[in-house]
């Protein structure tokens, strides 16, 4: 008789999550990570950037505060302050996660695990040796980050959204190379905090995938923050300039230039971590099937290791998933209206489709934007700065997408999220009673709009 009816390989999102749901649903658990449970999200993601981020934000809020008779003066800040507190967050709530697991009565074995056992019954080989057997595998491995082969990067120091959270000293000048979700929020923190910063980017937009008229909208709203960003940019090398700067060449239409920093950060994407999963062969994928299945009978997987959208609550929400599947179950994964935040200044966020896919897809639709500054409360803060963008499909009214740049969009998004998910069209939408004065207004009044009703703006 195997050891455990589930093991699960990773202590991340999908992997704390599958064991979780799992141990209540009455399965005998056991749970193997590595190196620390939360994964990259806990230790090197969500968590310590966005205790980052409220430590800028909170620098930011200060110099708004003249606005207010607000005079501030002395101020002394240190990274390390801000460094360490972020070490207090994670640590905080990693012990949270471990209690969580022993709670659960969830055997936790916190060393290598090395799948060595795929047939009807799975094995695990720990790294002090010991071996244990389990009826069902979840492969949670989550994802690293990828570096790519640029000319000179090895010769030159340079830090990555893992190490640059570690940093104690502030960047005088940082150069960014990579315009996603890490690279932009890494430029928004240290701008907040003070760096120069430059952001480098291939592709022709910001937030490559984002809808391209918000994307554009908020490169602008980025550009007044003091951030400097170069798209359609590709990356040459990269080399040393002096004892305490480095040069990054990159090709802009044609034309050579170069931009010169302290510090480099790499944000270019993740990939699949395969360490444990040597049985997969020399080129290693973990392909799923709708059930989340993999290619071995009883093995599955969930999280960053399969690809797609590579969110936490995504994640959290596959693994729930592959576990009922796993205790006999069929449920597919329905990945309607998941919401995308972006902690960037200000923020963005958005939820099914963009204008582009609508477009691709060959829906009509129309488009309405209602803008921040028409609200109230957007002015009494002095964050007038952002827009609300439905896509909605002409007669249906179905609601297809939603998207938001400016403050609280990543708190707002979730209203449109839901109602993307479950179907709801604009007319019935129209009729929700928002509350005043709030951000969530510009929600309720783009809802009018699509009914042509323009209360506190005009066509």
Known sequence: MPDYDIIILGGGPAGYMGALHAAQKGAR????????????????GCIPTKTMVEGAHIMASLEKGKNYGLEVSGVDFKLSGLVKKKNEVVLNLRKGIASLIKANKIDLFEQKGNVTGTGEIKEITLGNGDKITGKKLLLATGSQVAIPPIPGLNETPFLTS????????????????????????????????????????????????????????ARIFLKKKGINIETQAQVQKIEKAGDKEIQVHYQKKNKENSVKGSHLLVATGRKPVYSG??????????????????????????????????????????????????????????Y??????????????CSGLS????????????????????????VASSDPEGMVKLIVEKNKQTLLGIHIVGREATEIIHHGAGAIRTGQTVDKLAKTIFAHPTYSEGLGEAYHMTQGHFYHTTK
């Open 29 to 44: 658990v056991a749970l193997v990570e590595k190196k620390y449970l939360g994964g990259t999200c806990l230790n090197w």
């Open 162 to 217: 893992d190490s640059i959270l570690d940093l104690e000293e502030m960047p005088e000048e940082l150069i960014v190379i990579g315009a996603g979700v890490i690279g932009l929020e890494m430029a928004g923190i240290f701008n907040s905090l003070g760096s120069k910063v430059t952001v480098v980017e291939m592709m022709d937009q910001i937030l490559p995938g984002l809808d391209k008229e918000v994307a554009q909208r």
């Open 277 to 334: 999963l040597e049985f997969l062969g020399e080129n290693p994928e973990v392909r799923v099937n709708e059930y989340l299945e993999t290619d071995w009978d009883g093995i599955y997987a969930a999280g960053d290791l399969i690809g797609g959208y590579q969110l936490a609550h995504v994640a959290y929400h596959e693994a729930i998933v592959a576990v009922n599947n796993m205790l006999g179950e069929k449920e597919k994964v329905d």
């Open 336 to 349: 309607a209206g998941i919401p995308n935040c972006i902690f960037t200044d200000p923020q963005v966020a």
């Open 355 to 378: 204008e582009e896919e609508a477009k691709e897809k060959g829906y009509e639709y129309e488009t309405t934007k209602f803008p921040f500054s028409a609200l109230g409360k957007a």
